[in-house]
């Protein structure tokens, strides 16, 4: 489909393209089409850009990944189909490893992911042979490795289902979630919740954690300062403030 780049919606018509090839090559369910567009709905009310709430999660999420001991950036099927470039650039980053995890799990379509992931560039990526369990979750999603999921201690999770957030949370871990709903479970659930459109905010922490890097005193400061339930309300508030502006 031609698309002029001078349409008002082009970018979102282009993002919308790429999610239905990625339907057709299997790579994305075609339910992930539906979560796509409510989390769009969302960006409409912010205005799409990154609010100030959410740099301020993403400049948390940034410090957690320079402490963590075993930082994982975790992929589905709509975020690698999203941007799969600015995903492999935070492991890069950071670094961190990659661990491919989906829902609607078939060793096909897993093979498909890792390997497109590795087409785009990522290494090493984790996932084919999952020997752990997530606990609590009786679905697919908790299938994972030992080496990235299931040791891991810091976990960025974009796009996420709301029980494996929580079950994440539950053994321990910090979980970072990119979510464009502020009312979602996983956003409730998450020890950083980020409420940005993905690209935006893969951009934003990556560039955060190269800011950060090596100044320990600024990001031990603002892990002490940060306030989740706060910040995930001012957004809220954000959010309010261009509905009622629109009214």
């Known amino acids: ?5 001078d349409h008002p ?8 393209e790429r999610l239905a090839d990625a339907v057709e090559r299997g790579l994305v369910n075609p339910t992930g089409l539906i979560s796509h567009g409510r989390g769009e709905a969302y960006d409409y009310m912010m205005g799409e850009r990154s609010l100030e709430p959410s740099l301020r999660a993403e400049r948390t999420a940034a410090a957690f990944l320079l402490k963590a001991r ?17 995903l492999i650039r935070l492991t ?36 084919r042979n999952p020997d752990e369990r997530i606990p609590g979750l009786s679905h697919a999603r908790a299938l994972c490795t030992k080496e990235g ?4 201690d ?3 999770v974009p796009i996420e289902d709301g029980d494996r957030a929580q079950a994440l949370v539950g053994m321990g871990k910090v979980v970072i979630s990119i979510d464009l709903n502020p ?41 002490k300062s940060y306030d989740n339930k706060m910040c995930r309300m001012d957004l809220i508030e954000c959010i309010c403030d261009t509905l009622r502006k629109e009214a």
């Open 92 to 127: 890069e980053t950071v670094p961190a490893k990659m661990e491919v995890n989906i829902f609607h799990r078939t060793e096909e379509r897993m093979e498909l992911l890792i390997s497109y992931m590795e087409s785009e560039g990522a290494k090493d990526v984790l996932g």
């Open 154 to 156: 810091v976990i960025v």
């Open 149 to 152: 999921i299931f040791d891991c």
């Open 1 to 5: 489909m031609s698309i002029p780049e």
């Open 183 to 223: 009312l979602s479970r996983t956003s409730k659930s998450a020890t950083v919740s980020i409420c940005d459109e993905m690209t935006r905010a893969l951009e934003n922490i990556s560039n955060f954690v190269e800011e950060l890097r090596g100044n320990d005193s600024a990001i031990d400061e603002i892990i």
């Open 70 to 86: 075993n930082p994982v950036v975790c992929v589905n099927g709509n975020a690698a189909a999203l941007d799969a470039k600015n």
């Open 9 to 16: 919606r082009y970018k979102s018509l282009m993002v919308r």
